[in-house]
Each structure stands twice: as structure tokens, then as C-alpha cells.
């Protein structure tokens, strides 16, 4: 694979402002990009560039809108596709097709801007969501359409699933060098509260320390998780690109997991409380595991070991947590 240097390049990066794409934007910076970051951010907060604000272009506006992604990209040699509309399994229970139809939306007029602008790479990012419930529990690179995606999350799922096949046409069809990045259970301190929308890990941390009394937690516990540092997502993003992988759909993520009762035993361990937990079997709990196979990631960018591990990913979800406003602060209504 033909190395790609990112130095002197200008980058854009949908979603720049959120979780995972603020990371990869001060990287990128600090590396010597010329960084584009395309966001509305309804989820992604202006703070979050605040220590590269001064080395950014902000372009704002809503990829959904119709023209807004071909304006967006202009002039762009490399884009890191990372906007997408997701959330947590209990939002996504009763929005399937919303959730499909916002993202086909952004989907649609990336493909139609990339079709016009041609930029020398582009890496876009799906989901494991697509990959099928009764799958492996480690799972390579599963075909994606191989059965049903994540029933859980299947409105996101399907929408990703459509993300891929058009932009793998665009790229046969243009000969743009594409990457499509499938994370797998990606957290981190710069988390957008959306109250009982939120994801897992922001949402336990957030019923531990704001004093749920027993803690509730979704399913038998028993469910198993990779969890991997939106630092450490962003880092690989970037090296996916630098080392030219173009043609290639890979899982970000690793083999190790955890139950949902060792995450929670994991939180009060690096938070220094305690409180009782009852499990909700009533409620959605997904796949029994979601566990990536590293070994085509491993290949393309070598070594990916954590360099943020889980207590200390756990630590700063608390710090995350005590800088939320007092109204974000106070225990949910419901479970």
C-alpha cells in the first residue's frame, strides 16, 4: 500500500466537532493539515476545537440539506466522513425509519459532492451495527449484506449499510482511493448528553453518580462489549489513511469485552461508589456480544493497543460528568 501524507493537505472532516471527530481534528492539526471541519453541531459543541480554533476553517451548516455538502467539501484533497445521526437503543426502539431516513439524507449529498469534487481519499465511517445479531461474537469483515443488521439499532443499521454500497460505487466509478471504517462501541469525555437518548457508557455513568438508587440497568447484564477510547478511534482513522487502504472495509475495535455487570463494578470502581443495581429484562439489551476480530486492522495499520484503557476512559466519563450543567446533572424520570 502506497503511503498517503497528510501534512499540507487540506482535510475536511464531517462531524468535525463531535466525539470521535474533534479527536481526529486536533490530530490532524497537529500533524500539519489544513482541516475543514463540516458540522451543525446539533451534537458536536464549538468547545471541543477550542485549542485549534485558530488553525480550523468551520464550515456550519446541515449535511441533510440539500447542495450544503457540495459547498462544504470544496476544495478539499482528503475527507473523513464522520456525521451521522445516531443514538442510544432506547431512542432508536420506536424511530427505525427516522433514523434510516436522516442518515440516507446526509448519505445522498456526500455521494453527489465526492462525485463533483474527486478528492484524492476519502474514508467514511459505517457502524458494526451493520453486521447480523446471530453472527460470530468476534466477527471479521462480514459482508454487509449478510442476513439482517443489529435489530436493535436497525434503522441506523440499514442506513449504513446503504452508506457503504453507494460510496463503494462512487469509488468504482470515480477511482477515489476509499476506506470504510466499521467502529465498534466508541465512548469518550466529549459525549453529548441526550438524556434518556444517550448511549451506554455515558448513560451508566451518568445513573451512577447522579444518585440512581438501585441503578437500572438495561437487560440480564450478562450482554458483552469491546469498548475502544474515541481517542484512540480517531488515531486510527487517521493512520487507515496514511498507510493508503483504500479499497478496504475494516472493524475498529478489538477482541477483549466486558459484561455490562463488570462495566458497572468498573464505574463504581473508578468513581469510589456504591450503589445496588436491579437489571430490567423488559428492555433492549442487543446482541449477547459484540467482539471485532483485529487481525485485517492490525494488517493495514499495525500496532493498535490502547493508549487510553478503560479506567482511565472511566475516570474522565466522571470528569465529563461533573461538567455537565446542574439541569443534566439530576437523575433521569425513568429508567
Known sequence: MAKFDLAGKVVAVTGGAGLIGSFLVQDLVARGSKVVVVDDFSTGLASHLAGVREAIEIREGNLETRGFATHALAGADVVFHLASRAYGVGYAAARHLEICMHNERITDGMVEALEIHRPKFVLTVSSSCVHRDDGP?????????????EKANRGYGWAKRFMEMKFT??????????VIARPVNIYGERYRWRGANSQAIPMLVHKVLSGM?????????????????????????RRLVETGSGGH??????EETVSMVELLAAILDATGLKTPLVFDR????GRAVKSADSTLLRKLVGN???TIGLREGLQRMAGWFAELPESDRKPLPSN
Open 249 to 254: 472495509t475494516v472493524n475498529v475495535g478489538l
Open 304 to 306: 493498535v493497543s490502547p
Open 137 to 149: 461474537d468476534t466477527f471479521a469483515e462480514m459482508p454487509i449484506f449478510d442476513g439482517e443488521p
Open 213 to 237: 438508587n438501585p441503578v437500572v440497568v438495561w437487560g440480564s447484564g450478562a450482554q458483552r462489549r469491546n469498548y475502544l477510547h474515541a481517542v484512540d478511534c480517531a488515531d486510527i482513522l
Open 282 to 285: 423488559t428492555r433492549p439489551e
Open 169 to 178: 460505487l462512487l469509488a468504482e466509478s470515480t477511482g477515489i482511493p476509499l
